[in-house]
């Protein structure tokens, strides 16, 4: 089944919120205290980060992502601070994800993951770029 991928405006981020905040809730909870979800909130009312749902055939939300646009020298990235739900769900919605990502100017996708999310983007063309640690001070 495909689902239909469209980006938040911003001026309706505060009544979508409630309806994606489940969604994200599920992906802030592998982030080891990194993000919390007031500060996934907060993120995209900012601006900061951009949000996007999964629609089903009633309109219905099955899926969110925030993603945050940055350059480097060599890209603009589109770093996926959460997702969760059907937006990789297949290969067509993925496909009007990723044209979304374009519409902003990505040439690329990157973001922080587990290992079995690395195994479903990896489906999707992904490939492990680095490993990233972190030591407390």
Not at 107 to 112: K, M, Q, R, V
């Amino acid at each position: 089944m495909s689902w239909y991928v469209q980006e938040v405006p911003f001026e309706f981020v505060n009544r979508t919120w409630p309806l994606v905040e489940p969604f994200i809730m599920k992906s802030v909870k592998h982030s080891h205290g990194e993000l919390s979800i007031h500060e996934a909130q907060i993120n995209v009312l900012r601006g900061v980060d951009v949000l996007f749902v999964a629609l089903d055939v009633d309109s219905q939300i099955q899926g969110a992502a925030t993603v945050n646009f940055f350059n480097r020298t060599d890209n603009r990235v589109a770093f996926v601070t959460n997702i969760a739900g059907k937006l990789l769900a297949d290969q067509d919605t993925f496909s009007q994800f990723c044209t979304l990502l374009r519409a902003r100017g990505a040439t690329c996708i990157e973001g922080a993951v587990r290992d079995s999310l690395l195994r479903l983007w990896a489906r999707l063309g992904a490939r492990k770029k680095t490993t990233m640690i972190q030591i407390p001070l």
